[in-house]
């Protein structure tokens, strides 16, 4: 029962804009859990009993909208149930195909970035045109795509038509090749632009500056001493040599006046 209480495909919708879509879901889920004959018995012998009757209408009701329930409440067979719904929205098909004829006729590969997003569309828009008995071929694929390329871009869209592709997996395959490639080329060019040079190591600069420091360091003068040093005790020389006063020549020679008898 844990298992019934999870939907396994999305509820019908009021208007049955997704018929198509769910009665296909539908067919596959009870033909899995053995209760198709349920809704479309093979022959008169083949009937299906009350628990699986049961069953297949649990799974119906399960997967449709809260409007479609409250207006099929009273339907007790899943048979029953199963052609008023077939019935009512049967037609829809004929309401979708315009919608989807025109997204086929608006959908152009210049119009997305990936070749990814592009094939996400158009395999839609495809699936839905199946589902409303409308069948695309590969070459109207492979037209649609190459046909719909940027006005700039129709030189590489002319080297894929002499490719001469017949399904339009190989061209998607081919497409989603060269787009990495130029993906490639393009993270390396920006990463370097042209007429730059490649900057240095980080760990090798680094390793060289600690080296041509410590060679600096460990050389040594003429008097045995580093550089840095020396430097240090010559200032400090200066300095003492500046900080003391100059002194006058000895007593008995200074060249001035007695100041008793007027002599020198």
Not at 67 to 83: A, D, F, G, H, I
Not at 183 to 201: C, D, K, V
Request: with cysteine; net charge positive; hydrophobic share 30%.
């Amino acid at each position: 029962m844990s298992d019934l209480m999870k939907r396994e495909f999305d509820v019908l919708a009021p208007n049955g804009s997704n018929y198509l879509a769910w009665s296909l879901d539908a067919k596959i889920l009870l033909a899995i859990k053995d209760l198709f004959r349920t809704i479309k018995p093979k022959d008169v012998k083949d009937k299906s009993t009350p628990a699986e009757q049961a069953m297949a209408l649990h799974i119906l009701r399960h997967h449709l909208s809260a409007t479609l329930k409250n207006e099929y409440m009273t339907k007790r067979n899943p048979k029953v149930l199963w052609v008023l719904l077939h019935e009512r929205f049967e037609k829809i098909e004929t309401v979708l195909l315009p919608h989807v004829k025109r997204e086929w006729a608006n959908l152009r590969f210049q119009d997305f970035k990936t070749i990814e997003d592009y094939n996400t569309a158009l395999y839609g828009i495809t699936t839905r045109m199946k589902l409303c008995g409308l069948k695309l071929e590969d070459k109207d694929l492979i037209e649609k795509t190459l046909s719909t390329f940027h006005p700039k871009l129709t030189y590489i869209s002319r080297q894929y038509k002499k490719d001469n592709f017949k399904k339009y997996v190989d061209l998607s395959n081919a497409m989603q090749q060269d787009q990495g490639e130029d993906e490639t080329i393009m993270q390396n060019h920006l990463s370097r632009p042209t007429g730059t040079i490649a900057t240095p190591e980080a760990n090798a600069t680094s390793f060289k500056n600690k080296k041509d420091i410590k060679g600096k360091g460990s050389q040594k003068d003429s008097n045995g001493m580093a550089p840095k040093a020396n430097y240090f005790k010559k200032k400090k020389k200066e300095w003492k040599s500046k900080k003391k006063t100059p002194q006058g020549p000895k007593y008995g020679e200074q060249d001035q006046e007695c100041y008793r008898c007027g002599m020198r």
